[in-house]
């Protein structure tokens, strides 16, 4: 359904439509719905346009928590979009009997919505806390900056809240329109939001923090092919017509970093995407000679067709010309002319269709004869033949794609990464950049609609970070407790959630990142799983036959397998081979990937002594102190990664709170890993 921006209700009158249409033409019943999931840009879109509510900063304290509140009045400054500033008051709360006046002053000011912010208060929030209630009390929205983040940096924490202020006024009435269009549909299931970090959150939270949602863009379709393509350790690419959004999994993980916006880094939790201008529409540009570069622009932009797409018949005969797709742009970019009068692009998608790579049943597949005419004149510019022009063309586009594919195979050191496409534009990159880098590579299924069904299958996603000097065992544990309990309230199956704990001893920093699947999807998603086909995964992970590929242990829920193989890159040329460790869960995904590690059966019971025993025996100790190995447990259903935490006692005290729910008598697989 076409997105409704001018209707009254906005996008939700478009999701009423699509609901009643997706009742109506497949006979699904409102009983039938067990999950919605709703992605949207609005907050991205809004940040970037720079259509953001007035923002009053409410600044609680006096003496020098006076003057540090006072001086961040000048985020009014921060540039959203060009010409397009943060809207931002200021007024003073000198003790938090005072917030009252200063919500009253905010108010008059033209404030939409109000912020609260105080030095140290996620330490101590009662002053942030009062301005909150006296808005709340005079029914204007409000935030504080301890309910956004609980990391000191007061600039940083209050520039996150600030924005997170500036899109709420038009995303809660977003909400509740969404709401009420699922509920009119007579639909009761759990209604969840895609976040920017991978995961989905419930309404009410979304409510609470929209920030959240923004850069969510890419987040739907890494989903998809973390959960429905079973990818464990890769790139994805999203393609569509103008540009590439490459992602990161490792080890069954997206990967997440703080956010920049307006130019700032903020708090905000966010995929590491990054974004190349190449897309399946992206135009080819010539200098009369050779092929200088292929896009940015794209034929959406040029208000052009595909010439692929176009019958064969009509491009016979087509003269090659140079167009400008805007009026600044250079005329240096390739149309077609043909005989009837009318002008086609010259595409990415259409050299991909000429070479021969886009896979028969791809969305962005075209006639064979359609393609190659739409190549000829190029060719004949060019004195080569279609082949060489098509693969010329696809070289040049690959090249910015495969120079950041290689830059995050040894950012983030990926072991044999897959490459998986997604989008409508997917096979116009992703085939023959797999091809020309080695990497294994496939299209998704169904890539043109990765993206929803990604949000259809994201996880209940909740991140906690504390700065916490010198933390003990208590506070580690405290952080962990805090992000499990946010998704279970969310709705998440308490018996499933996973919680990654990380432990930065150089910046104080604990960090605790929990997901889970609803009970409602959690069923849903029963399979069956291919026995072989599960194999010859692993097998192709590490590098060997599937008949090299053994069992190493099991629970009910994983199984472990592995096959001896050389490590990889340079230095695993010359060593000796290794147990290479795959885990592989109920639905036949790679979850996790290990080298070298030691595989250890034991019970719930034993384990937390177990644990401590294997953890002595491989801690490494240097200049910088001791480092204890990095461990993962396999309980029940969970994959309990603790390999965030170098500290050994910290360490054993997690071990502890995964296991404390558990039977005495539960089998448990640990996987340990020596640091080098």
Same mark, same amino acid.
């Given at each position: 359904?076409?997105?409704?921006?001018?209707?009254?209700?906005?996008?939700?009158?478009?999701?009423?439509?699509?609901?009643?249409?997706?009742?109506?033409?497949?006979?699904?019943?409102?009983?039938?719905?067990?999950?919605?999931?709703?992605?949207?840009?609005?907050?991205?879109?809004?940040?970037?346009?720079?259509?953001?509510?007035?923002?009053?900063?409410?600044?609680?304290?006096?003496?020098?928590?006076?003057?540090?509140?006072?001086?961040?009045?000048?985020?009014?400054?921060?540039?959203?979009?060009?010409?397009?500033?943060?809207?931002?008051?200021?007024?003073?709360?000198?003790?938090?009997?005072?917030?009252?006046?200063?919500?009253?002053?905010?108010?008059?000011?033209?404030?939409?919505?109000?912020?609260?912010?105080?030095?140290?208060?996620?330490?101590?929030?009662?002053?942030?806390?009062?301005?909150?209630?006296?808005?709340?009390?005079?029914?204007?929205?409000?935030?504080?900056?301890?309910?956004?983040?609980?990391?000191?940096?007061?600039?940083?924490?209050?520039?996150?809240?600030?924005?997170?202020?500036?899109?709420?006024?038009?995303?809660?009435?977003?909400?509740?329109?969404?709401?009420?269009?699922?509920?009119?549909?007579?639909?009761?299931?759990?209604?969840?939001?895609?976040?920017?970090?991978?995961?989905?959150?419930?309404?009410?939270?979304?409510?609470?923090?929209?920030?959240?949602?923004?850069?969510?863009?890419?987040?739907?379709?890494?989903?998809?092919?973390?959960?429905?393509?079973?990818?464990?350790?890769?790139?994805?690419?999203?393609?569509?017509?103008?540009?590439?959004?490459?992602?990161?999994?490792?080890?069954?993980?997206?990967?997440?970093?703080?956010?920049?916006?307006?130019?700032?880094?903020?708090?905000?939790?966010?995929?590491?995407?990054?974004?190349?201008?190449?897309?399946?529409?992206?135009?080819?540009?010539?200098?009369?000679?050779?092929?200088?570069?292929?896009?940015?622009?794209?034929?959406?932009?040029?208000?052009?067709?595909?010439?692929?797409?176009?019958?064969?018949?009509?491009?016979?005969?087509?003269?090659?010309?140079?167009?400008?797709?805007?009026?600044?742009?250079?005329?240096?970019?390739?149309?077609?002319?043909?005989?009837?009068?009318?002008?086609?692009?010259?595409?990415?998608?259409? @050299? $991909?269709? !000429? &070479?021969?790579?886009?896979? %028969?049943?791809?969305?962005?597949?075209?006639?064979? *004869? +359609?393609?190659? #005419? =739409?190549?000829?004149?190029?060719?004949?510019?060019?004195?080569?033949?279609?082949?060489?022009?098509?693969?010329?063309?696809?070289?040049?586009?690959?090249?910015?794609?495969?120079?950041?594919?290689?830059?995050?195979?040894?950012?983030?050191?990926?072991?044999?990464?897959?490459?998986?496409?997604?989008?409508?534009?997917?096979?116009?990159?992703?085939?023959?950049?797999?091809?020309?880098?080695?990497?294994?590579?496939?299209?998704?299924?169904?890539?043109?609609?990765?993206?929803?069904?990604? @949000? $259809?299958? !994201? &996880?209940?996603?909740?991140? %906690?970070?504390?700065?916490?000097?010198?933390?003990? *065992? +208590?506070?580690? #544990? =405290?952080?962990?407790?805090?992000?499990?309990?946010?998704?279970?309230?969310?709705?998440?199956?308490?018996?499933?959630?996973?919680?990654?704990?990380?432990?930065?001893?150089?910046?104080?920093?604990?960090?605790?990142?929990?997901?889970?699947?609803?009970?409602?999807?959690?069923?849903?998603?029963?399979?069956?799983?291919?026995?072989?086909?599960?194999?010859?995964?692993?097998?192709?992970?590490?590098?060997?036959?599937?008949?090299?590929?053994?069992?190493?242990?099991?629970?009910?829920?994983?199984?472990?397998?592995?096959?001896?193989?050389?490590?990889?890159?340079?230095?695993?040329?010359?060593?000796?081979?290794?147990?290479?460790?795959?885990?592989?869960?109920?639905?036949?995904?790679?979850?996790?990937?290990?080298?070298?590690?030691?595989?250890?059966?034991?019970?719930?019971?034993?384990?937390?002594?177990?644990?401590?025993?294997?953890?002595?025996?491989?801690?490494?100790?240097?200049?910088?102190?001791?480092?204890?190995?990095?461990?993962?447990?396999?309980?029940?259903?969970?994959?309990?990664?603790?390999?965030?935490?170098?500290?050994?006692?910290?360490?054993?005290?997690?071990?502890?709170?995964?296991?404390?729910?558990?039977?005495?008598?539960?089998?448990?697989?640990?996987?340990?890993?020596?640091?080098?």
């Amino acid at each position: 359904m076409p997105t409704s921006h001018d209707h009254e209700d906005g996008v939700a009158h478009g999701i009423l439509e699509a609901l009643e249409k997706l009742q109506a033409d497949a006979g699904i019943g409102a009983n039938d719905v067990s999950f919605l999931a709703h992605g949207t840009t609005q907050a991205t879109n809004a940040l970037l346009e720079g259509d953001v509510a007035t923002v009053g900063i409410a600044g609680v304290g006096t003496g020098f928590d006076g003057f540090a509140t006072r001086r961040l009045a000048s985020l009014g400054k921060m540039e959203l979009a060009p010409g397009r500033k943060l809207p931002v008051r200021f007024a003073p709360a000198h003790t938090p009997a005072d917030a009252g006046a200063a919500v009253e002053t905010l108010v008059r000011q033209g404030a939409e919505v109000i912020v609260a912010v105080e030095p140290f208060s996620v330490d101590d929030p009662e002053g942030e806390r009062a301005v909150v209630s006296a808005a709340r009390e005079r029914d204007v929205l409000a935030t504080a900056t301890h309910e956004i983040t609980s990391l000191y940096g007061l600039t940083k924490r209050a520039r996150t809240a600030v924005l997170n202020a500036g899109i709420m006024p038009r995303m809660v009435s977003t909400a509740d329109l969404v709401e009420a269009s699922v509920r009119r549909a007579g639909i009761t299931a759990p209604l969840m939001v895609v976040r920017g970090d991978g995961g989905v959150m419930s309404l009410p939270e979304m409510r609470h923090r929209p920030l959240l949602t923004a850069l969510s863009g890419p987040a739907a379709g890494v989903a998809g092919a973390l959960m429905g393509e079973k990818l464990s350790e890769g790139l994805f690419l999203e393609t569509g017509g103008t540009s590439t959004d490459i992602s990161v999994v490792r080890r069954g993980r997206v990967q997440v970093r703080h956010a920049h916006l307006g130019g700032r880094e903020t708090y905000l939790p966010a995929l590491d995407v990054r974004t190349v201008g190449i897309g399946g529409g992206s135009l080819v540009r010539f200098s009369g000679s050779a092929v200088t570069a292929v896009g940015p622009r794209s034929a959406h932009i040029a208000g052009l067709p595909y010439a692929c797409f176009a019958p064969a018949s009509a491009l016979t005969g087509a003269k090659l010309v140079t167009v400008s797709p805007q009026p600044d742009d250079p005329a240096d970019y390739v149309a077609l002319d043909t005989v009837d009068g009318r002008r086609y692009a010259l595409t990415l998608t259409c @050299a $991909a269709n !000429a &070479l021969g790579v886009v896979p %028969v049943g791809s969305y962005a597949v075209a006639e064979p *004869d +359609a393609a190659r #005419l =739409a190549l000829q004149p190029l060719a004949a510019a060019l004195g080569t033949s279609v082949e060489q022009a098509a693969r010329t063309v696809l070289g040049r586009a690959v090249k910015p794609v495969r120079s950041v594919v290689e830059d995050l195979v040894r950012e983030y050191r990926l072991d044999s990464p897959a490459l998986v496409g997604g989008g409508g534009g997917a096979a116009a990159v992703t085939p023959f950049l797999g091809v020309e880098s080695g990497h294994e590579w496939r299209i998704a299924a169904h890539a043109e609609v990765i993206s929803p069904l990604g @949000a $259809a299958l !994201a &996880l209940v996603r909740e991140s %906690v970070e504390r700065i916490v000097p010198g933390p003990s *065992d +208590a506070d580690i #544990l =405290a952080v962990r407790t805090e992000a499990e309990s946010a998704v279970v309230g969310q709705g998440a199956d308490p018996a499933g959630v996973e919680v990654e704990v990380t432990v930065d001893p150089q910046r104080n920093l604990i960090r605790a990142i929990a997901t889970g699947s609803t009970e409602l999807r959690t069923k849903d998603r029963a399979s069956t799983v291919d026995e072989e086909a599960v194999r010859a995964a692993v097998a192709r992970s590490v590098g060997v036959a599937p008949a090299e590929v053994h069992e190493l242990a099991s629970t009910a829920y994983h199984r472990v397998l592995g096959a001896r193989a050389r490590r990889r890159g340079l230095l695993g040329r010359f060593g000796a081979p290794v147990e290479q460790v795959r885990v592989v869960d109920g639905e036949g995904v790679l979850r996790l990937h290990s080298t070298g590690a030691v595989v250890d059966r034991t019970d719930v019971g034993s384990a937390q002594a177990r644990v401590a025993e294997l953890v002595d025996r491989h801690t490494r100790y240097g200049d910088g102190g001791s480092r204890a190995p990095a461990v993962w447990l396999l309980v029940g259903p969970k994959i309990a990664d603790l390999s965030g935490v170098l500290d050994r006692d910290q360490l054993i005290a997690l071990a502890g709170a995964e296991l404390k729910t558990r039977a005495t008598d539960e089998p448990l697989v640990v996987i340990l890993e020596d640091r080098t």
